[in-house]
């Protein structure tokens, strides 16, 4: 034994697995007790033998092998984790259980299947069972049968699918094997025992002995239905209600009232394999059925009839077949053959089912028709194809043909018909046979029982009585009214006879419950429509129909009828209850009236009737209203009363007095009397005729309205407008129509017929009188409240002008709803009158659209015209389908008839030209307008197609689809389309492109629809497939459609559908499902009318997914306090069965006491202590994808201190009805608790964080509401949001931008915008740049547009970390591969642009070509210019025009404003460009005052004036214009008509500046001439300063407006275009002559100005002008001012951008850019006057920009040498100038490898250095020391340019200079040979100017040299005192001149004059270089070159410092302009502590 206790030691799991089988059998024994004995079924242990169950039962050793099953069993029973065991167990039972010839062993594998079975793993043992099947041991397959049979006999058919076994019995009864045919006989008696018949036809091939036997067996069975005798663990609920049935005795009764347990009735069909007939027709079908000989027709009939004798065929396109059959029906003159024909159709039908609907309407009219044969065998083969085909589609779609036949004049046709109706009847429940459908059906059946054939009227009886036992008598009734008695009594005869299909439950289900009380148990529609349900539910007994609002059509028979499920309408009928029996009375004759009369008047009285005398009269008349109104409604004679007011003189009444009270005595009676239509028709013709008498009209009218109410507005109104038309009087016709107008307001529109009405009222637009017009206009408006915009159809012939007048008025109406009528219900029907209203008033509009009169187009669609369309040449098809569209064009309205057309579209919807199948699209578009509802019928067959295209990889085309798609659905509604296995097909096709289309078509349709077809659940396998789809956006679209999915199958039947899938998927599904259940939306509630009344008459919303309960417990509508219990019972027992969430059992009333106090509870410094703990990491940073569960956890832990502890059970509950309560109540409280929610603001922010990941709509946009208004408190209350508030909520609102909603989408902008008050743009910038890497595309789009916006606004500060980056970061989104993305970055760079002109370009750096030239032509389509964007933002959205620098607070209010705001924001666009650009900034500028940074303004303000913009505009602003002193009546003489709105100069300037870019040439030309007039007087020009940018900017707009708009236009006189040019370029001229000015304009504006210039030369249209020559020649001469005079270093920077750019253009043209590169040119000439006045960094970085773009590679290929040999030119003559210092400016580069630049610059340094070997130190110029060895090539090229410019007359001194430099330089260079050619004065003028320059220079040097500073530069230090100092690099005007220059010089100065250089790092560079003259000797060139080197380092330090921009830091600041050099220092450090101070008061 010594090996046994080896193994006795080891654990249980590993016995078990041990080699030894006694090992094995004592752990099976000991795993089989611990199974038993571990309580917890979710306990660790069992996880352990999770791999050896299946080891347990396919044990090798029998012995054990026994043990191990009753182990497994055990573990299968208790282990929460048996069930991933399922398919390996199974599968070892079967193979290795089922064959062991122990009965113990094979009962345990079936107990352990069956145990699996009620652990819901069914599908998975079935399978494994149906494989043991196909095992060659017969015992396994005996086992297995067994094991089925004892499954479905204990599990029931429900959880046991029969379809497969069923499929296999033919094969097990033809068995060799005995026992095998046995237990397949056993089985299939099991079988028959839970779906009887339906057995039947599957079995029908076996051999007939066997099937005899099952007969017999069969009829053994008992027929008591059977039942579940064992349930699933989820159905314990059931197992307990089955035990106490046992217990009670088995209540016989019981399964009657538990319809869960009543079993499905299983359809054979369904049972059934399909066939495919469509290829086993002849192949010469289609031939022979058109023969000649009937014959050969009858065997293709035959042919086909054998073939559709199979019970289920294959869908396919039987389109054919149906059409060929259909003509032998209607065509065919041999009956035998009609009959034939319909047999097949017959057996297509029901073969087909559903599929066969979309043939359904070719194919009833015909068979109706048909009916006219008498042969009786016709007959009945044609009812049993229309029965057939009936069931195929729904009532709805055929009723359109059937009722067209009614009127048939042959009687057979009617009776069969009719006849038909019935049995069709016989197939509806009340929902599928509304009131819409039963009024056409009962109107055309009332005809028949009057029918003069008996068998017509018997026939008309049936349908009638079918009628009214399915849809009850309250909802036939109504259309019975007028039936007499015995017929009456004949209908309800026949409807006691009928027999349903649907048995009694259908009509009856009512009457049958309707002794028993309600039980709590009541249903309660889901939404908020079950809020009078469930009170009435509540205080009476009556049966709530379950879910009433899908049978709306049952009202409950008892409680009032008003309910909302009362649609079946008892209204009508019971408002017209008393008057039914006697609404006409027969006329009486004068003599019995006069008797009546006489009976109850005064004998006085009727004497003076028609006395002569009028007092008399009166007095009469007096009597008469006194007997009136003492009389009795019964004893009151009314038409005997109205005789005698009638007769003579009658209405002919002279008097007014007497009239008047005549027709008051007529209300009276109407009102008081049983009045019926007969005594209205004796008055109505006389008050008609005086409605319009100024003095009775009022009387006249009254007396209608009580006519109106005793008989009827509909009637009445007939009447009168009949009668006031038949008349001439205009008066009276318009009064009549104002009277209807009111009379429909009081009344209501139910019952009116809007036809009659609208031909009366075509009549009064036609009429000559304006005011019956004007009435028939009002009367419309007031029809439009009720009917909508579909009143408009029946007047679009109108002339244009009436049609405006009637288009008006129904503007005046939208948005106003239809009052609620006031009169016409109150005296006949309280109970459920007004409910009946309102009933009808929801169906009229529908009705108007059925009276529209519609025309038959079919004869247009001819057999030509079809053929058209299938032509095989694309011209032709287009042609045809041109025709349809004008037929449906001229037809506007059409029928239903369209013959042949719809198979032709649907052949061209896969039209391989696109262009066509886009026509169809919209032609089918058309169709569904024009045909309206009736379009149902072909949704089969065209609308389903259309879904096909949906799958197209073109984008129009699908949107196309979808807007047809969406177009049919709102006609037809959404049943049609999920009908059928259509839909699932669709879906089933592995499109990627159609599955998205068609899920988020699902997802928007199905959450507004209150009930589906059960077809639905066909799409659920597929949907599942999508969601693990290939393509993110497919399994996006599913994962939304999820939920919608849910709401209307219910997660039970979702997640028992996920059974088929692999267990991966499986577990991946259900994941999703339960996540999709939490967020599942409720069902829509039906019409809340009746609702609305209750809860307060506030209508609700259009969709309210919170339940009524959760609407109302706050307000106080409900009585009582008992009364709210119910209500909330009710309300939430709907929904909780639907989520199967907990009952909340009875509302806790202490509860609703608790809730009084504070909501947010303030803990001092609370959120502070939070902020504290999340940055020491104590709790988790709020940062996540989606949040999980200790996220939620800790934040529930945070709110539990300071939020309300019901509050947070409401914001934390599963459901989110719950969400919405809590938002609702957060609201609420929001003013009120101020303090208290910015307190928690941290936790609020990150609770609605989690929302956002919510999928419900209605949480998410209460959410945004709630943050709208928080944002506004917060900014109300001037609160910043702090770091953490920030980064915790931002990222998640920014991933909303993205939701496919529109209105979510636009709040959240809302929300983005206003978070900009209360935390900085540029903060925000990052977060939103974030969003734009999303992989949502519309999140990218949205981001990219807020970010546009944010520049717009708040201009290039906002871009963060700088604007290249940020702007680098935008672009690459040009290139995406989503549209809308593309075209957002393509709209954001433009914004920018318009902020910033052609900076743009540097900043974004490289681009792909192809996405560079749609930026190009993006930005020349914008039609915004630079500088026109801002403005939009200044008017709309005041609270982001807070720019940083307070200008906005610079605004004044009044007039001035307005002029100069707009140009004052171009103008500041302008300015922040210069001031923040970074490394491109512009030399600076003196900025005005206005333009400053105030800072003691923002030390003071603490960052209150950011957000109370309004206050900031009550600054006065006189003081700050000071420093301009012009005096007043100058001013007023250049613009005296501006005095008195501007008191100063500036606003002055701005406004005549912002008139020059005006449209309007001649205000354009004058503002033009007072600008000139300021320029040239010399003590105004000075005012221009600081405004120059602003005028080239409106000149350059103007320039721009010639070009694009009046050289265009034709009308204009070109002289005032050449007025115009002159002006322009005059004051041009005149500004660049004042140099001061000139040097004013920056970089930017200077390019676009030489942009606009170039092109204006090169115009040819200003040619062509007469005075064009001269134009371009003073362009010529401004182009030159502006190079010479401008400020040097942005000209050439503009011109070096201007080049790149047009170089790059590919539509520019060869010719600018060679006019662009001699402005170059003229500049290079210009270097050596300019060179101390250019900031080299600058040009350097723009050349090396330039170089980045254009390598030499690339410019070589340029057409032209000219741009190569430009550059070239322009280092050359720098590198002349400059020497190895050049070197020394490359500080601005930031990656100086990018471009060749620095390469080239070594290469001609290298050059000149091996030429001249040693540099010559003692020019002036410091620059003319290196030179390349010129080739002799380059020499002579370079002495040919120069000899050419001493021969020209301007240049020539430039020329000598240039001689003198170059001799200089090569002493050896021979300039003989090109003097040699010239004569000999210009030898000799040659060497004279040589020499005079070599004096002039040896003098210049020496001075110099001594002052050591450039006379320029001296000049210009004075006026920099009102300086900013920005992080610039340029000087005062635009002179650069590097300190390391000055520096080197001044070393070298005093070298030569033997002084010594001191070092120099403790003196605050810069300020006083040159004050200290003792400085000791640089040792060596290297220690100078380090001392250097270290200077710059300092001062550009203390430059970075002074950079105001604090958001900002710059490349560079070498060169800097201070205020003056003395106070510079004490300037800084103040500067610097102000700003520290400013920054410290902003956190």
């Given at each position: ?319 054919d077949l149906v059409k060929a059959l259909k003509k032998v029906v209607g065509k065919d003159t041999n009956v035998m053959l009609v009959a034939l024909a319909a047999k097949c159709l017959a057996g297509l039908a029901t073969g087909l089912r559903k599929k066969f609907g979309q043939y359904a309407g070719h194919v009833v009219p015909t068979i109706l028709e048909k009916f006219k044969e008498k042969k009786p065998q016709v007959v009945q083969a044609l009812q049993e194809a229309i029965d057939a085909i009936f069931l195929t589609t729904t009532l709805q779609n055929i009723s359109e043909d059937i009722l067209a036949v009614m009127d048939n004049k042959n009687p057979t046709i009617k009776q069969q018909t009719s006849l038909f109706i019935a049995r069709s009847f016989r197939h509806c429940t009340p929902s599928t046979l509304p009131k819409s459908l039963l009024k056409p059906f009962c109107a055309a059946l009332l005809k028949h029982i009057n029918d003069s054939a008996p068998e017509v009227r018997d026939a008309g009886f049936e ?802 509401e709630y943050l709208k208004l928080l944002f506004n408190l917060l900014s109300q209350e001037e609160y910043h949001l702090t770091e953490n508030e920030a980064s915790s909520f931002i990222p998640y609102l920014i991933l909303k931008v993205g939701e496919p909603k529109d209105v979510i989408r636009k709040d959240v902008r809302a929300i983005l915008n206003r978070m900009c008050l209360i935390y900085p743009a540029s903060k925000m910038f990052p977060f939103i740049m974030e969003g734009t890497k999303s992989k949502n595309s519309k999140q990218r789009a949205e981001c990219l547009e807020e970010l546009g916006c944010l520049v717009e606004s708040y201009g290039m500060n906002v871009c963060q970390p700088t604007p290249g980056k940020a702007l680098k970061e935008m672009a690459t989104h040009i290139g995406d591969r989503d549209n809308t993305v593309r075209n957002a970055a393509l709209n954001t760079i433009v914004t920018v642009y318009n902020v910033h002109g052609d900076q743009v370009f540097k900043l974004i750096g490289n681009l ?327 900031n080299l960094d600058r040009i350097l970085l723009d050349i090396h920009i330039f170089m980045k773009v254009f390598p030499k590679e690339k410019l070589k290929q340029c057409k032209s040498e000219f741009p190569i040999r430009t550059l070239k030119t322009l280092l050359h003559t720098l590198c002349k100038l400059k020497g190895p210092k050049i070197l020394d400016h490359l500080t601005m580069i930031d990656n100086k490898n990018e471009s060749e630049l620095e390469a080239h610059l070594c290469r001609l340094m290298k050059h000149t250095m091996d030429q001249s070997g040693k540099a010559d130190k003692d020019t002036e110029k410091g620059a003319s020391r290196i030179e390349e060895k010129a080739s002799k090539a380059k020499v002579n090229d370079i002495l040919a340019e120069i000899f050419k410019k001493i021969g020209s007359k301007e240049n020539t001194k430039e020329g000598l200079a240039e001689l003198y430099e170059y001799k200089k330089k090569y002493s050896d260079a021979d300039i003989e040979p090109f003097l040699k050619n ?166």
């Amino acid at each position: 034994m010594g090996d046994d206790s080896e193994w006795m030691k080891l654990p249980i799991d590993q016995k078990c697995e041990h080699k030894l089988w006694k090992a094995r059998l004592n752990g099976y024994e000991e795993a089989l007790k611990l199974f038993q004995k571990i309580d917890d079924e979710k306990s660790p242990e069992w996880s352990k033998y999770l791999g050896l169950i299946k080891k347990f039962v396919t044990d090798s050793n029998a012995v054990a092998q026994l043990k191990g099953l009753e182990a497994a069993l055990a573990y299968v029973e208790n282990a929460h984790v048996a069930g991933k065991t399922t398919g390996e167990v199974a599968s070892g039972v079967v193979n290795k259980v089922f064959n062991q010839p122990k009965a113990r062993a094979k009962e345990l594998g079936e107990d352990i299947c069956l145990m699996y079975i009620e652990i819901e793993k069914g599908e998975a043992i079935q399978e494994e069972l149906l494989k043991g099947l196909d095992n060659k041991n017969p015992k396994i397959i005996v086992a297995c049968i067994e094991t089925l049979r004892k499954a479905l006999s204990e599990f029931g058919s429900k959880i046991i699918s029969l379809k497969p076994i069923i499929k296999v019995l033919p094969k097990l009864f033809e068995s060799r094997e005995k026992a095998v045919r046995d237990e397949a006989k056993l089985l299939a008696v099991e079988i028959y025992r839970w779906i009887r018949d339906a057995l039947r036809p599957p079995l029908q091939n076996i051999n007939s002995v066997q099937l005899k036997e099952l007969e017999e067996e069969w009829i053994k069975v008992s027929s008591a239905a059977p039942k579940q005798t064992r349930f699933l663990r989820s159905q314990q609920e059931l197992k307990a209600k089955f035990e106490q049935q046992q217990g009670l005795g088995g209540d016989a009764d019981g399964g009657d009232d538990d319809e869960e347990e009543a079993v499905p009735q299983v359809d054979a069909y369904e049972l059934l394999e399909a066939v495919e007939i469509l290829s086993k027709l002849p192949k010469d079908f289609y031939e022979k059925i058109e023969a000649k000989k009937w014959q050969e027709r009858k065997e293709a009939l035959e042919a086909v009839e054998l073939l559709v004798k199979n019970p289920k065929l294959e869908s396919g396109d039987y389109a054919d077949l149906v059409k060929a059959l259909k003509k032998v029906v209607g065509k065919d003159t041999n009956v035998m053959l009609v009959a034939l024909a319909a047999k097949c159709l017959a057996g297509l039908a029901t073969g087909l089912r559903k599929k066969f609907g979309q043939y359904a309407g070719h194919v009833v009219p015909t068979i109706l028709e048909k009916f006219k044969e008498k042969k009786p065998q016709v007959v009945q083969a044609l009812q049993e194809a229309i029965d057939a085909i009936f069931l195929t589609t729904t009532l709805q779609n055929i009723s359109e043909d059937i009722l067209a036949v009614m009127d048939n004049k042959n009687p057979t046709i009617k009776q069969q018909t009719s006849l038909f109706i019935a049995r069709s009847f016989r197939h509806c429940t009340p929902s599928t046979l509304p009131k819409s459908l039963l009024k056409p059906f009962c109107a055309a059946l009332l005809k028949h029982i009057n029918d003069s054939a008996p068998e017509v009227r018997d026939a008309g009886f049936e349908a009638l009585g079918t009628a009214l036992k399915v849809a009850g008598e309250k909802a036939v009734n109504p259309f019975l009214a007028d039936v007499d008695k015995l017929k009456l009594d004949r209908i309800k005869e026949c409807a006691e006879k009928v027999e349903l299909v649907y048995g009694k439950k259908a009509g009856g289900a009512a009457e049958k419950k309707e002794g028993k009380p309600i039980t709590g148990k009541t249903t309660a529609l889901p939404g908020s429509a079950g809020d009078k349900e469930t009170k009435d539910a509540a205080t009476k007994p009556g049966p709530l129909k379950k879910a009433s609002a899908v049978k709306a059509g049952v009202p409950p028979k008892k409680g009032k009828p008003a309910t909302a499920a009362g649609t079946g309408g008892g209204g009508p009928k019971s408002k017209k209850g008393p008057e039914t029996k006697e609404i006409f009375e027969s006329e009486l004759s004068i003599e019995v009236c006069e008797e009546k009369a006489a009976a109850v008047l005064p004998a006085s009285c009727i004497q003076q009737l028609d006395s002569g005398n009028w007092k008399e009269r009166l007095a009469c008349m007096e009597e008469f209203q006194k007997a009136v109104e003492l009389m009795e409604r019964s004893e009151m004679p009314c038409q005997a009363l109205v005789r005698m007011l009638a007769k003579k003189p009658g209405w002919k009444e002279t008097n007014f007095q007497v009239m008047q009270m005549k027709l008051h005595i007529v209300a009276l009676i109407a009102q008081k009397g049983n009045f019926s239509k007969t005594s209205a028709q004796v008055v109505l013709d006389g008050l008609v005729d005086k409605v319009g008498d100024v003095k009775c009209g009022t009387n006249a009218k009254e007396a209608m309205t009580a006519i109106a109410e005793a008989c009827q507005l509909p009637w009445t109104a007939e009447q009168v407008v009949a009668m006031a038309f038949s008349q001439k009087n205009p008066k009276n016709q318009s009064e009549t129509l104002n009277w209807l107008s009111n009379a429909i307001k009081e009344f209501g529109f139910s019952g009116l017929n809007v036809k009659a009405f609208i031909s009366n009222v075509k009549t009064a637009l036609a009429a000559t009188n304006p005011a019956v017009r004007t009435s028939a206009i009002t009367l419309l408006g007031v029809m439009y409240l009720y009917v909508g915009p579909s009143l408009r159809m029946f007047f679009e012939d109108e002339k244009p002008a009436l049609l405006s007048q009637i288009d008006a008025e129904f503007e005046k109406m939208q948005g106003q709803t239809a009052p609620a009528p006031t009169r016409g219900i109150s005296r006949h029907s309280v109970g459920g009158g007004d409910d009946g209203e309102e009933e009808e008033q929801e169906e009229v509009g529908n009705d108007v659209v059925d009276l529209l009169p519609r025309t038959d187009i079919g004869d247009k669609i001819t057999a030509e015209l079809v053929s058209k369309i299938g032509d095989k040449n694309w011209k032709i098809r287009k042609e045809g389908l041109d025709e349809v569209t004008s037929i449906i064009n001229e037809a506007k309205f059409i029928q239903p008839n369209i013959g042949e057309l719809p198979a032709a579209l649907k052949g061209r919807l896969n039209d391989s030209n696109k262009i066509l199948v886009q026509q169809t699209l919209s032609i089918l578009q058309q169709l569904a307008t024009a045909m309206g509802p009736n379009i149902k019928q072909y949704v089969k067959n065209l609308g389903i197609p259309v879904i096909t295209v949906l799958g197209d990889s073109k984008n129009n085309v699908r949107a196309a689809a979808l807007a047809t798609v969406n177009a049919w659905a709102e006609q037809t509604g959404m049943k049609e389309w999920l009908e059928g296995e259509d839909l699932s097909e669709e879906l089933k096709k592995e499109n990627p492109f159609l599955r998205q289309e068609l899920l988020g078509w699902l997802a928007e349709k199905l959450p507004t629809l209150r009930s589906v077809p059960s077809d639905l659940l066909l799409c659920v396998p597929h949907l599942y497939s999508c969601l693990e789809d290939r393509n993110g956006d497919v399994r996006k679209k599913a994962q939304d459609a999820l939920p919608f999915f849910m709401m209307h199958l219910g997660f039970e039947k979702m997640a028992k559908a996920t059974g088929k899938l692999k267990p991966t998927s499986k577990d991946q599904v259900l994941a999703m499902l339960e996540k999709a259940k939490a967020n599942m939306p409720a069902k829509p509630a039906p019409p809340a009318k009746a609702c609305s009344r209750v809860v307060g008459g506030a209508a609700p919303a259009k969709f309210q997914p919170a339940s009524a309960f959760a609407d109302d417990l706050g307000s106080n509508t409900m009585e009582s306090k008992p009364d709210l219990k119910k209500a909330k019972a009710g309300g939430l027992s709907s929904k909780t069965k639907v989520q199967g969430k907990k009952v909340l059992s009875k509302p806790n009333l202490k509860e609703d006491d608790d809730k009084s106090g504070p909501i947010f509870i303030i803990v001092p410094n609370g959120k502070e202590q939070r902020m504290r703990e999340e940055k020491a990491l104590k709790v988790l940073k709020w940062n996540f994808t989606t949040p999980r569960d200790e996220y939620i956890e800790q934040l529930k832990t945070q709110m539990s201190t300071c939020v309300a502890k019901w509050l947070q059970d409401e914001m934390f509950h599963a459901d989110f009805q719950h969400h919405n309560k809590a938002l609702t109540v957060m609201i609420e409280h929001l003013e009120s608790e101020k303090d208290g929610v910015i307190s928690c603001l941290d936790l609020i922010l990150k609770w609605l964080t989690l929302r956002f990941f919510d999928t419900n709509t209605s949480v998410l946009m209460k959410a945004l509401e709630y943050l709208k208004l928080l944002f506004n408190l917060l900014s109300q209350e001037e609160y910043h949001l702090t770091e953490n508030e920030a980064s915790s909520f931002i990222p998640y609102l920014i991933l909303k931008v993205g939701e496919p909603k529109d209105v979510i989408r636009k709040d959240v902008r809302a929300i983005l915008n206003r978070m900009c008050l209360i935390y900085p743009a540029s903060k925000m910038f990052p977060f939103i740049m974030e969003g734009t890497k999303s992989k949502n595309s519309k999140q990218r789009a949205e981001c990219l547009e807020e970010l546009g916006c944010l520049v717009e606004s708040y201009g290039m500060n906002v871009c963060q970390p700088t604007p290249g980056k940020a702007l680098k970061e935008m672009a690459t989104h040009i290139g995406d591969r989503d549209n809308t993305v593309r075209n957002a970055a393509l709209n954001t760079i433009v914004t920018v642009y318009n902020v910033h002109g052609d900076q743009v370009f540097k900043l974004i750096g490289n681009l792909s070509e192809k996405d560079m030239s749609m930026l190009e032509e993006r930005i020349k389509r914008s039609a915004k210019r630079p500088s026109s964007a801002p403005v939009r933002q200044a008017e709309e959205k005041p609270q982001r025009t807070q720019n940083i620098s307070a200008n906005a607070s610079m605004m004044r209010k009044g007039q001035a404003e307005d002029m100069s705001s707009k140009l004052k924001i171009m103008y500041r666009t302008y300015r922040i460009q210069n001031r923040n650009m970074g490394s491109h900034s512009e030399t600076t500028h003196t900025v005005p005052r206005e333009f400053q940074l105030d800072l003691d303004e923002i030390e003071n303000d603490n960052g209150t004036v950011r957000c109370e913009m309004p206050a900031l505009v009550q600054h006065k602003l006189d003081d700050i214009f000071e420093p301009v002193l012009i005096p007043e009546p100058k001013i007023r003489a250049v613009s005296p008509h501006f005095d008195d709105m501007h008191s100063n100069t500036a606003s002055t300037i701005n406004f005549v500046i912002s008139q020059v870019a005006s449209g309007d040439i001649n205000t354009s030309i004058q503002a033009l001439t007072q600008i000139d007039e300021v320029l040239k007087q010399e003590d105004k020009a000075e005012a221009m300063s600081g405004h120059i940018d602003q005028f080239l900017i409106a000149t350059l707009m103007q320039l721009r407006l010639i070009y694009n708009t009046h050289m265009a236009d034709e009308k204009l006189d070109k002289d005032e275009i050449v007025r115009l040019y002159s002006c322009i370029i005059g004051s041009m001229i005149t500004l660049f002559q004042i140099e001061s000015l000139a040097r004013e304009a920056s970089t930017g504006v200077l390019k676009d100005l030489m942009h606009g210039l170039i092109t204006l030369m090169l115009d040819s249209r200003v040619e062509d002008l007469e005075e064009g020559e001269q134009v371009i020649r003073s362009v010529n001469l401004l182009v030159v001012k502006v190079l010479e005079k401008s400020d040097q270093t942005n000209i050439l920077s503009a011109l070096l951008v201007l080049l790149q750019d047009s170089l790059l253009a590919t539509a520019s043209s060869p010719k600018f850019s060679e006019l662009v590169m001699k402005c170059l040119w003229r500049m290079v000439r210009l270097l050596p006057e300019t060179i101390n006045s250019i900031n080299l960094d600058r040009i350097l970085l723009d050349i090396h920009i330039f170089m980045k773009v254009f390598p030499k590679e690339k410019l070589k290929q340029c057409k032209s040498e000219f741009p190569i040999r430009t550059l070239k030119t322009l280092l050359h003559t720098l590198c002349k100038l400059k020497g190895p210092k050049i070197l020394d400016h490359l500080t601005m580069i930031d990656n100086k490898n990018e471009s060749e630049l620095e390469a080239h610059l070594c290469r001609l340094m290298k050059h000149t250095m091996d030429q001249s070997g040693k540099a010559d130190k003692d020019t002036e110029k410091g620059a003319s020391r290196i030179e390349e060895k010129a080739s002799k090539a380059k020499v002579n090229d370079i002495l040919a340019e120069i000899f050419k410019k001493i021969g020209s007359k301007e240049n020539t001194k430039e020329g000598l200079a240039e001689l003198y430099e170059y001799k200089k330089k090569y002493s050896d260079a021979d300039i003989e040979p090109f003097l040699k050619n010239s004569s000999q004065f210009f030898q000799s003028y040659v060497e004279r100017g040589l020499r005079l320059i070599e004096t002039e220079r040896e003098g210049k040097g020496r001075i110099a040299t001594s002052s050591g500073i450039s006379p320029q530069m001296e000049g210009t230090c004075v006026p920099a005192s009102t300086h900013t100092v920005s992080s610039s690099i340029g000087n005062t005007n635009g002179e650069e001149v590097g300190p390391s220059v000055y520096l080197e010089r001044l070393k070298i100065l005093r070298q030569r004059c033997g002084l010594d250089n001191a070092k120099q790092e403790d003196r605050p560079p810069l300020t006083s270089l040159l004050s200290k003259p003792t400085l000791p000797t640089v040792a060596s060139s290297t220690d100078m070159l380090h001392s250097k080197l270290s200077q710059l380092r300092e001062s550009r330090e203390q430059y970075q410092h002074l950079d105001l921009d604090s958001n900002q830091t710059h490349s560079s600041g070498i060169g800097t302009t201070l205020a003056s050099p003395s106070s510079a220092a004490a300037n800084i450090d103040d500067l610097k502590k102000r700003l520290e101070r400013i920054k410290s008061s902003r956190k």
